[in-house]
């Protein structure tokens, strides 16, 4: 069955970083798009980055020049690169996965209907 793994949250200081790996299994790696989201007590799940099948991003402005999203199809994994945290990327973060290679930008939780358990970041200032 499709599985979602995602690794390397952890406890930081502000200005510190962190990379999240994401392992894919079960499914076409190279034929999905992926996604990260987070969600932080209390608040909905909001979009950080995205990646398509060929390898473009894009990024929620939030995170924008911060954190870099990308993909190694070899090991069927995602990765996000987080730099320059700040207390409020405090959340749990998710990696998602939508089939196919679509141009349009895909924002919303709704659009992905593969889900990972999630990682905790906690950035403390």
């Known amino acids: 069955q499709v599985q979602l793994v995602e690794s390397g949250g952890g406890l930081v200081q502000a200005g510190g970083s962190l990379r999240l790996s994401c392992a894919a299994s079960g499914l076409t790696f190279s034929s999905y798009a992926m996604g990260w989201f987070r969600q932080a007590p209390g608040k909905e799940r909001e979009f950080v980055a995205a990646?398509?099948?060929?390898?473009?991003?894009y990024y929620a402005d939030s995170v924008k020049g911060r954190f870099t999203i990308s993909r190694d199809n070899a090991k069927n994994t995602v990765y996000l690169q987080m730099n320059s945290l700040k207390p409020e990327d405090t959340a749990v973060y998710y990696c998602?996965?939508?089939?196919?290679?679509?141009?349009?930008?895909?924002?919303?939780?709704?659009?992905?209907?593969?889900w990972g358990q999630g990682t905790q970041v906690t950035v403390s200032s």
């Open positions: 998602a996965a939508r089939w196919g290679p679509q141009s349009n930008q895909a924002t919303q939780a709704t659009q992905y209907p593969l």
């Open positions: 990646i398509r099948t060929g390898g473009s991003t």
